[in-house]
């Protein structure tokens, strides 16, 4: 029997010998890279962590003692040791979700998958523990380098030096890459702590020094401390800038090393006090395909073929990103104030065309979503025109920078999000269903939703000549399908792709549910129920045109690929109401619910919003005399089967 088929909980790790770790972490490689690449997932990170994970779920007491990811794209391991091994149903509906999730499993704490936040929730629940008199709890936090480039990270680090009388360990995960390459002042130091003889030393030898260790372990401590001199006191220059956080470190140590990290985990769990420890890795570890990928050392793949690596997708289709980032380069091409910033998601969002053809007009800042945002405005007042291409979901980190630096001060900056909407097998964190509703209460702000591919070029030239406010322009995951094209643009730049002879429903589709409102469209002329389905292009501001439409139609259908609560719809029926407009509205979209991870097709289909639910609804309203109609329509009996069911 293989080792991995006996561990069913952390206990069962106590009982393994040295060699037998060592096996083990083989098996649990080989069953990462079968697994993942069957379903797609986090492939890279984990099995960057075998070790290091199977290190603290032996000296550490899960859940009694709390172990914090961060991110958690990295806790795999950590899901297959607490006995979560049927991975079938990875990051599918009914299976277990990619990142730490409380309803699986005691042993997970923090769901939320948005990077450098694990150090605040562990300098709170070690104060929660230290408060309650739980002094025999400690709480371990998972941090991987490339989070040490945010902003909230310091300011956690700041509180914990502030009371040193608590049990909390901090793991720096260190492999020189959050998604991409860290960068930065931090990134450079530790790569100097890589490059270091003493360091070297110590990484090839680790296991022959740590064994020696036993009572000898705090004269050890002293003499890797006197060597390295410290994480946090060296940085930059040798000055003692952090000197004063006054946190103990203990390393570099070998993250591969079980018997390594072990050792050194159980010299900071008897410390009493705050610790670092500064475990060096490689992401990919043991599976040469990733480690040969030099772009991200396969952080997240789709399905693959596990003994070469290469993706067993075969499509073709152009994808949005692919389309944004063609045209941006396109466009810097005659605008020489452009200038790009990422937030540590250069090739995710696309600009790494921008690098490669312009490197001197991109800037990624790391993992610091609201640094991007202000120095975008910076950049604004400097005369340049920033693009800031960053996720939908982590658009929510920098609200107030938005709101207060960019938008108060009149500055041209544009945020392109990607992955808006139902992203799918991420889960609750990873939608961008938020930004429609959050972004519109921005005084000034004008935003675009592309239906297509066409469009998506169009609003984005539109987008960069607008220098005295945010502009955003949103669009989902995954391939553009065909452009559809209007019958007519409005003069206020409202596209119509459907008109119909009646006018009894207007639908309002943002963005890619265009494709959805003609559908709709469709089954309810089947009903003779005439619509006429019209894109906004820019959403908000409400264009004055689909207003007075809104005056000749009995009803208003909104659909929106973000929560309806606040969302476009509503800022449309206000906007209606002020307008001394009394046309019916039915706003739909997501429920303001975090959504579990699923296909999104799935998921939306949960929600009603599929061509089917919604004709079936406003057919119901059309026939039970909610919307007036002047000529006749069939009896509820004379439905036709296609829209009862399928």
Request: hydrophobic share 40%; aromatic share 6%.
């Amino acid at each position: 029997m293989a080792i991995f088929e006996t561990v069913h909980g952390p206990r069962d790790l106590d009982k393994l010998t040295n060699d037998q770790l060592i096996e083990l972490s083989g098996e649990i490689r080989e069953f990462l890279v079968r697994e993942v690449a069957r379903s797609g997932g986090h492939l890279g990170p984990n099995l960057g962590v075998v070790e290091m994970t199977i290190a603290i779920h032996r000296v550490f007491d899960s859940p009694k003692d709390s172990i914090v990811f961060d991110t958690g794209h990295q806790s795999y391991v950590h899901k297959l040791l607490t006995g979560r091994q049927d991975f079938s149903k990875l990051r599918e509906k009914g299976g277990i979700a990619g990142y730490p999730q409380r309803s699986e499993s005691v042993h997970d704490i923090v769901e939320s998958s948005h990077a450098s936040s694990s150090l605040s929730w562990a300098d709170g629940i070690s104060r929660a523990y230290s408060m309650s008199g739980q002094s025999d709890r400690h709480v371990v936090a998972v941090v991987g380098d490339g989070a040490l480039t945010g902003g909230m990270t310091w300011e956690a680090l700041n509180n914990i030096s502030h009371d040193n009388s608590r049990n909390l360990i901090i793991i720096v995960n260190d492999n020189g890459r959050s998604y991409a390459p860290t960068i930065g002042g931090m990134a450079r130091f530790l790569d100097s702590v890589r490059t270091r003889k003493g360091y070297r030393n110590l990484h090839f030898s680790s296991s022959r020094l740590f064994a020696k260790m036993g009572p000898y372990a705090r004269a050890f401590y002293r003499g890797v401390r006197g060597g390295v001199h410290g994480f946090l006191s060296r940085f930059t220059n040798n000055q003692d800038l952090y000197a004063n956080l006054d946190i103990k470190y203990l390393g570099p140590v070998n993250g591969h090393d079980v018997k390594a990290m072990e050792a050194v985990l159980r010299q900071a769990k008897s410390y009493g006090a705050p610790v670092i420890v500064h475990a060096i890795t490689e992401k990919g570890k043991g599976y040469e395909p990733a480690r040969r990928d030099l772009d991200d050392q396969f952080h997240a793949v789709g399905k693959i073929d596990p003994a070469t690596g290469k993706a067993l997708s075969s499509s073709s289709a152009v994808g949005w990103t692919d389309v944004f980032g063609d045209e941006l380069v396109a466009q810097a091409e005659h605008n020489d104030k452009i200038v790009a910033i990422t937030a540590a998601m250069l090739r995710p969002t696309g600009l790494h065309k921008m690098l490669e053809r312009y490197p001197e007009r991109i800037i990624d800042v790391g993992i610091a979503e609201q640094h991007a945002v202000t120095s975008a405005a910076g950049l604004a007042f400097g005369g340049m025109h920033p693009v800031v291409a960053i996720y939908a979901t982590f658009m929510n980190r920098a609200f107030d920078q938005v709101l207060m630096d960019v938008a108060l001060h009149k500055a041209g900056v544009t945020f392109v999000l990607d992955r808006s909407g139902v992203t799918g097998p991420d889960g609750p964190s990873h939608h961008g269903v938020w930004d429609l509703a959050i972004l519109q209460v921005v005084p000034h702000i004008r935003l675009a939703a592309p239906r297509d591919a066409t469009r998506l070029r169009e609003e984005l030239a539109e987008a960069l000549a607008v220098d005295d406010a945010p502009t955003v322009i949103r669009f989902p995951r995954g391939s553009v399908g065909a452009d559809i094209e209007a019958v007519r643009r409005c003069d206020d730049g409202v596209d119509v792709l459907l008109e119909a002879a009646h006018k009894d429903v207007l639908i309002v589709a943002i963005g890619a549910f265009a494709t959805l409102g003609l559908e709709v469209a469709a089954r309810l002329a089947q009903q003779g129920i005439g619509a006429t389905v019209v894109d906004p292009r820019w959403v908000v501001p409400v264009p004055t045109s689909i207003i007075d439409m809104a005056r000749d139609h009995r009803l208003v259908i909104t659909l929106e690929d973000g929560v309806r609560v606040g969302g476009i719809g509503t800022r449309i029926r206000q906007d209606l109401r002020s307008a001394g407009v009394d046309t019916a509205v039915d706003e739909l979209g997501l429920p303001d619910e975090f959504l579990d991870h699923g296909t999104r097709e799935e998921i939306l289909a949960e929600a009603g919003l599929t061509a089917q639910d919604i004709a079936r609804d406003v057919v119901a309203q059309v026939l039970g005399s909610k919307i007036p109609v002047a000529r006749p329509l069939p009896e509820e009996s004379q439905v036709s089967d296609s829209l009862r069911a399928e």
